[in-house]
């Protein structure tokens, strides 16, 4: 298997292939911070729409009754909340839509792209808004800081929708019939990438990093609860519990030390807490 196009300073490239919809994509969030915080120097990430969920909804093969129940058996085993009652009270009529508009993001910066990403998960997953909707497309622009005029002319453009396409060649490409799955490239383009589909304890990308590499990485450490706050500005409990390898409990004394200072604020999810930087 070998990688279609780009290439980056970095030693190693990540193709990672998500569905903006999918749980087990947003379950993987913790993992994917861990990862760039201790080996962040030594590879990219590439996100790569598979487009595989949104055939799933069109074909209604699965009832959104059966949705909400993997929603909710994700959320209570992964610990990253998400709420399967979305799927009952407010489905996602049109899951292509999220996916164009994800491509939109990204015509504004690959950072963009990924602040946009986030926000659609938290807007799905947490407050249950039916983000094939235009108007919540566009809220989710404006809280993400994007050029919001841009967005809504980039969403109906040919551009877009090409970038998504290319994106569906590349998953058929590669063979991607799961989601998530990453692919590990080295410098060497005539190499073949090594494929992970779906998720695995942490150590496993950390041994597939050093196997890739010809030098042992070198680990950083977390920064300051504090500046990880900072940065990331909204995070679930889980999230910084892997980053710190903690547990739940450590990591709940150790936010309420920064709630006091009003530092963060709590927000209550379906399962689990998540925390909101306080910006000056």
Same mark, same amino acid.
């Given at each position: 298997?070998?990688?279609?196009?780009?290439?980056?300073?970095?030693?190693?490239?990540?193709?990672?292939?998500?569905?903006? =919809?999918?749980?087990?994509?947003? *379950?993987?969030?913790?993992?994917?911070?861990?990862?760039?915080?201790?080996?962040?120097?030594?590879?990219?990430?590439?996100?790569?729409?598979?487009?595989?969920?949104?055939?799933?909804?069109?074909?209604?093969?699965?009832?959104?009754?059966?949705? *909400?129940?993997?929603?909710?058996?994700? &959320?209570?085993?992964?610990?990253?909340?998400?709420?399967?009652?979305?799927?009952?009270?407010?489905?996602?009529? /049109?899951?292509? &839509?999220?996916?164009?508009?994800?491509?939109?993001?990204?015509?504004?910066?690959?950072?963009?792209?990924?602040?946009?990403?986030?926000?659609?998960?938290?807007?799905?997953?947490?407050?249950?808004?039916?983000?094939?909707? =235009?108007?919540?497309?566009?809220?989710?622009?404006?809280? &993400?800081?994007?050029?919001?005029?841009?967005?809504?002319?980039?969403?109906?453009?040919?551009? *877009?929708?090409? &970038?998504?396409?290319?994106?569906?060649?590349?998953?058929?490409?590669?063979?991607?019939?799961?989601?998530?799955?990453?692919?590990?490239?080295?410098?060497?383009?005539?190499?073949?990438?090594?494929?992970?589909?779906?998720?695995?304890?942490?150590?496993?990308?950390?041994?597939?990093?050093?196997?890739?590499?010809?030098?042992?990485?070198? /680990?950083?450490?977390?920064?300051?609860?504090?500046?990880?706050?900072?940065?990331?500005?909204?995070?679930?409990? /889980?999230?910084?519990?892997?980053?710190?390898?903690?547990?739940?409990?450590?990591?709940?004394?150790?936010? /309420?030390? =920064?709630?006091?200072?009003?530092?963060?604020?709590?927000?209550?999810?379906?399962?689990?807490?998540?925390?909101?930087?306080?910006?000056?």
């Amino acid at each position: 298997m070998k990688r279609c196009s780009g290439s980056d300073r970095k030693p190693l490239e990540i193709y990672l292939f998500i569905d903006p =919809l999918c749980p087990e994509c947003w *379950a993987l969030e913790p993992i994917l911070k861990k990862l760039q915080i201790e080996y962040g120097p030594y590879f990219s990430i590439k996100h790569v729409l598979s487009g595989r969920l949104a055939d799933l909804h069109l074909s209604r093969k699965k009832s959104y009754e059966n949705i *909400a129940q993997v929603w909710e058996k994700t &959320a209570s085993r992964s610990g990253m909340s998400c709420d399967g009652s979305l799927w009952l009270e407010n489905p996602i009529d /049109k899951p292509y &839509a999220v996916s164009i508009a994800l491509k939109a993001a990204e015509l504004q910066g690959r950072r963009a792209g990924l602040r946009f990403l986030r926000r659609i998960q938290e807007m799905l997953f947490l407050e249950k808004q039916n983000t094939s909707d =235009l108007e919540v497309l566009k809220e989710c622009a404006d809280s &993400a800081g994007l050029d919001v005029e841009e967005f809504m002319t980039d969403i109906h453009s040919e551009s *877009a929708a090409k &970038a998504f396409q290319c994106d569906l060649k590349i998953t058929s490409e590669m063979d991607v019939n799961e989601i998530p799955t990453l692919v590990f490239f080295n410098e060497n383009i005539e190499d073949e990438g090594i494929k992970i589909t779906g998720s695995y304890p942490y150590e496993v990308y950390v041994q597939i990093l050093e196997e890739m590499l010809a030098e042992r990485p070198e /680990k950083s450490p977390p920064p300051p609860l504090e500046t990880f706050m900072q940065f990331f500005k909204f995070v679930a409990s /889980k999230e910084i519990a892997v980053v710190y390898n903690m547990s739940i409990s450590q990591i709940e004394r150790e936010m /309420k030390k =920064l709630l006091l200072k009003q530092v963060v604020e709590q927000i209550p999810a379906k399962y689990g807490t998540f925390w909101r930087y306080i910006e000056d």
